[in-house]
């Protein structure tokens, strides 16, 4: 039986980089993880990397320069005829990223001389002479291995719509979403957070009529109410997405090639027939079949690992880390805590603020934020001061040609600390790491406002609304 210091189950983003980490530190590590491609090769990387950030992002920047061809380049003097959507080209450029990245993180283990196992992890029942047994299975193979420590690191699922399965021809979750081998004339979304827009939006600007359903009454209601309204303007006036919120599905049917989604908006019953319908109603910890009871890790009553602040699951040598445990379920916060295990087995002094951890939503314009919103902080008691600036101000953003959506900074009205920065626009993605820097370290507004910034540059509208706060922007 082979051995270990660490076996890491999953080899997700907090999977790979936690097992990657281990091994730079000397720890003799196992990979266990049982992803397979559609043509049956093992692939690493996990959802992230396989169906997930990377290949949507992929989508979400063909279908824009798709759009901006169409409709935006003849504004700068660029003329095209004859423009034509190759989708099979666009897919296949999609899958060629995929595919360097997944071979890039096998390419990381051979470097790191991580072993790497493909199948399903699972606990083989109480620890012996100090190390976890772990059984793994890919098909009718079976074997099994011992490590002192384990981190499980399995990620998380697509929730389905109750009682109506993911079918990936008609009825879809985020991996049929990214594989559409034609353009819908009809797309239907169920739910309005990341993956629904995000998806809902590629699909809108290569040629479907997309209609997004969501629950909730608010808009994002997660990020800043200043930004989500004016998403929301962008989405449905610009756009043309038909957003419907405060809508109660009562039913989802498949007939044949048509999905007919019945729902009650505004106190009337409604249907909506789709060609394709994506189903983006959240994620759940992907956590069965691990035999976690088999070793005593507890979970909550909606699945995920119960943990400390260190990632520690209170049984010995066992850690979680990611999707499966509490905290956004982002890619780059399970990273960050997978490489904080790493190092505390190896006796270092890690953290990771979760308070600190920046989000992104990668429509266009795209929308990011790291710290508190004003709803939130008002909620508190808390007195504010906020300050923003639109890209429509911005000379860098005039030549790009997106100047829609600002910066918001929101700043304690005694201390004048930066508490949230949310932003709507280009790049958004990019300028929010001057942010999280900023929080991370206490930085003031009146410190980010003191920074030269680079002109003319998008980075310019953090500053201005840094000197909003203080109400004495320079340029509006």
């Known amino acids: 039986m082979q051995q270990f210091d660490i076996a890491v189950i999953g080899a997700g983003p907090a999977g790979y980089v936690a097992a990657i980490r281990a091994a730079q530190l000397g720890f003799s590590v196992a990979c266990i ?39 935006k380049f003849a504004a700068q003097g660029i003329k095209a005829k004859g423009v034509e959507l190759d989708l099979v080209t666009m897919l296949a450029r999609k899958d060629k ?11 990381l283990f051979r470097k790191n001389k991580i072993t790497s196992l493909h199948g399903r992890g699972s606990f083989a029942g109480p620890p012996r002479d100090g190390a976890h047994q772990l059984e793994i299975k890919d098909g009718d193979n079976k074997q099994t291995i011992a490590a002192k420590h384990v981190v499980i690191a399995t990620g998380s699922i697509p929730r389905p719509f109750p009682g109506v399965p ?94 007919k989604v019945l729902f009650e908006e505004a106190g009337e019953t409604r249907e909506m027939e789709c060609d394709k319908l994506v189903v983006a109603i959240g994620r759940l910890p992907n956590t ?36 499966v445990v509490r905290g956004p379920m982002l890619a780059h916060k399970g990273m960050e805590e997978g490489v904080a295990v790493a190092e505390r087995l190896a006796g270092q002094k890690p953290h990771v603020n979760l308070d600190t951890i920046p989000w992104v939503i990668y429509t266009a314009p795209e929308i990011a934020w790291v710290g508190q919103s004003e709803q939130t902080l008002k909620a508190a008691g808390r007195a504010i001061r906020t300050g923003f600036f639109p890209f429509s101000a911005n000379g860098r953003a005039k030549g790009l040609g997106e100047t829609g959506g600002m910066v918001k900074m929101i700043a304690d009205a005694k201390t004048d600390q930066i508490l949230g920065v949310h932003v709507i626009g280009p790049f958004a993605s990019e300028l929010i790491a001057e942010a999280t820097l900023a929080i991370e370290f206490g930085a003031s507004s009146e410190d980010i406002a003191r920074i030269v910034h680079a002109h003319p540059s998008l980075s310019e509208a953090m500053h201005e609304a840094a000197l909003a706060v203080d109400k004495r922007t320079l340029h509006i």
């Open 97 to 107: 990223i995929v595919g360097e990245l997944t071979n890039g993180v096998a390419f």
């Open 288 to 323: 069965s079949g691990l035999n976690l009871q088999g070793v005593g890790v507890k979970t909550d009553t909606r699945g995920f690992i119960e943990v400390d602040d260190a990632c520690y699951t209170g049984v010995a040598g066992i850690y979680a880390v990611g999707d």
């Open 166 to 259: 993911f079918d990936q021809e008609c009825i879809l979750d985020n991996a049929g979403a990214l594989s559409l081998s034609a353009v819908p004339k009809r797309l239907g979304v169920i739910g309005s957070g990341v993956i629904g827009l995000e998806m809902g939006s590629v699909w809108r600007r290569l040629g479907a009529q997309v209609a997004v359903l969501e629950a909730m009454d608010t808009f994002l209601p997660v990020v800043d109410e200043q930004i989500s309204k004016e998403a929301l303007k962008i989405f449905t006036k610009s756009q043309s997405l038909d957003i419907r919120l405060g809508v109660k599905i009562n039913s989802i049917k498949r007939e044949k090639n048509v999905v």
């Open 33 to 71: 993880d049982d992803w397979k491609t559609p043509q049956g090769k093992a692939s690493l990387g996990g959802t992230c990397l396989n169906v997930g950030c990377i290949p949507s992002k992929a989508l979400l920047e063909s279908s824009e320069n798709y759009e901006r061809v169409l409709h």
